[in-house]
């Protein structure tokens, strides 16, 4: 069975990307029926850090992943690097001596604690005890709760982490409260403070994006401005001798990486090459979301049989985001970009045959396996192409943005 394996961003303060919560699912069902629930989990984590490399899901940064009481009894974390993961406790687990033990076992072995889900109840103590980090449902704890809770636990030495901050407004009042991390997709909504326009740098960078994903694409005059343009020249060297493509031999000139590249593909370097410099100020795990979801939507469309354009729907994926990127109102952004009527139309919103793509990756970053079984059903999407698709997007993200 294919490894249904998502990742959520976790940002600190500045909004830099401090890890990821990685989130499971063996196959899209919700049962295994010769197995238990810990041996299922077990065989998932197994599977997906050993077959498929954790860095190819989360770019070298920290993974948070659950444990239930079992796994920690029988010590599974440890198959883990301690560098690189967070042995995040869930809620249920009761703080029984045998489970402190472990705990304490793993935290000498250098490994760090998270608690899941918290909530302050009789005997929680010891756990708090052993913890570096304690994960707070910002939308589940009643407001007049949150501050003497955060104010006891920051006492103890822990660092906090606010979870489910969807908007940018939350990420401020968990931030003044003191929280140290965020977890959520706060950072993908706009900031709209004033009426301000586009600027012109930002709209020609805009306008680039837009025309070389046009069918009349001039291959000399995208090459004559990479030429020229010191950051673009580098990230293309950088990306096309990454591990992602595995050239047999160096690459060291910007003509010969845009012959290996290709048309198609040289297009979308320069796509997100030119998005991350218009989102420069921006948390850099926006543009990186964007390359997710520009690269998913493609390749979704080029397994599907529905006949969707995946030049556009890369474009979809990646213009997805732009009203957060400008803090901008998106219909204020679409009226100044020679996009074609039908991405115009996904982006405002309006159900077209594009949005169902952009719908399949939301679903499978919340890890909601029911409607991402019923959308590939929708698209004729094979239900084991899907973790392959997603990871694959990850992989060209990390890449990039590295």
């Not at 076992?105 to 756990?127: P, V």
């Not at 006891?152 to 409260?177: D, Y």
């Not at 001798?241 to 690459?251: D, H, K, P, T």
């Not at 796509?271 to 493609?298: D, G, N, Q, W, Y």
């Amino acid at each position: 069975m294919e490894v249904y394996v998502a990742r959520q961003p976790i940002l600190d303060f500045k909004k830099n990307l401090y890890a990821y919560e990685l989130l499971f699912r063996d196959g899209l069902t919700n049962y295994f029926p010769d197995i238990n629930g810990d041996e299922a989990t077990s065989r998932v984590l197994s599977s997906s850090f050993f077959t498929i490399g954790l860095e190819k899901i989360t770019g070298k940064k920290l993974a948070f992943i659950n444990f239930t009481k079992n796994l920690l009894h029988q010590e599974v974390p440890l198959l883990f690097p301690k560098k690189t993961t967070v042995i995040e406790i869930l809620e249920n687990v009761n703080p029984e001596q045998a489970i402190i033990e472990r705990l304490k076992q793993f935290s000498k072995k250098g490994y760090t604690i998270a608690l899941d889900d918290f909530k302050l109840r009789t005997g929680m103590k010891s756990l708090i005890e052993v913890s570096d980090i304690i994960k707070i449902d910002f939308r589940l704890t009643p407001p007049q709760h949150l501050e003497p809770l955060v104010i006891n636990l920051k006492a103890r030495g822990v660092k906090l982490l606010a979870e489910k901050v969807e908007t940018m407004e939350e990420f401020q009042k968990a931030s003044e409260l003191g929280f140290d991390y965020f977890q959520g997709y706060f950072f993908c909504k706009p900031e709209i403070l004033t009426a301000r326009d586009v600027s012109s740098t930002n709209l020609n960078l805009l306008t680039i994006m837009a025309e070389v994903n046009k069918e009349d694409f001039d291959f000399d005059k995208i090459e004559s401005v990479m030429t020229q343009d010191v950051s673009i020249s580098y990230k293309l060297l950088r990306y096309i001798n990454s591990a992602f493509f595995r050239v047999s031999q160096e690459i060291t000139s910007i003509k010969q990486a845009a012959l290996y590249l290709g048309q198609d593909e040289l297009r979308r370097f320069v796509s997100l090459i030119a998005m991350s410099k218009i989102a420069s100020r921006k948390p850099e795990e926006l543009v990186r979301h964007a390359c997710v979801k520009a690269r998913f939507c493609e390749a979704a469309g080029k397994k599907s049989n529905t006949g969707v354009d995946p030049n556009e729907l890369f474009m979809v994926g990646l213009f997805s985001s732009i009203d957060a990127i400008l803090d901008q109102p998106m219909p204020v952004i679409l009226k100044k970009l020679p996009l074609s009527k039908r991405i115009k139309l996904t982006l405002t919103g309006i159900k077209t045959e594009h949005s169902i793509y952009l719908d399949l990756i939301y679903r499978y970053e919340k890890g909601e396996w029911g409607n991402v079984r019923k959308l590939s059903s929708l698209l004729s999407i094979p239900e084991e192409e899907i973790p392959p698709i997603y990871l694959y997007a990850c992989e060209c993200a990390n890449c990039l943005t590295e």
